[in-house]
C-alpha cells in the first residue's frame, strides 16, 4: 500500500464491498485508508495501526457496528468514529451515542458528505 507520510490514517469498516472500495477512493487522495470487512480484522487492524478516524457499518454479520465500536473504546477513548448506515434506528442510535460516536452518514452517501465529516473529525481531534 502506498502511504503517504503524515497524512491521517482511516480504517474503513464495511462487510459491502461497495461502500467499503467507494469509501477507499473518496479518501485515498488525501489520507492513508485500510479497509476490513469485519469486526474482527477491524479489531487487530486497530490495535495495530492506531487509526486517527474509523468508519463503522452498523449491520455487518458476526460482530455488529455496535459491538465493534464498545471493542474501539476499550482500545482508544479518543479515535474519532463515523457510523456509516443504511440502517439506523432509534434504539442503535442510542447506543452508539453513548460510546462517543463522532457523526453519522447514511447509505447512499456523498462524496462532499463524506470528506466533511472526515475533516470534521480531524478538526477536533484530541
Known sequence: MDTKSHAPRVLVIDDEIGPRESLKMILKPNYNVFSVDNGAAAIQMIQQMKPDVITLDLKMPG???TEILREIREIDQNVKVIIVTGWITL?????????GVFGY??????????????????SQAS
Open 63 to 65: 460482530l455488529s457496528g
Open 91 to 99: 434504539r442503535g442510535m442510542v447506543d452508539t451515542l453513548c460510546h
Open 105 to 122: 452518514i447514511t447509505k447512499p452517501f456523498n462524496v462532499p458528505e463524506v470528506i466533511r465529516a472526515v475533516e470534521e473529525s480531524l
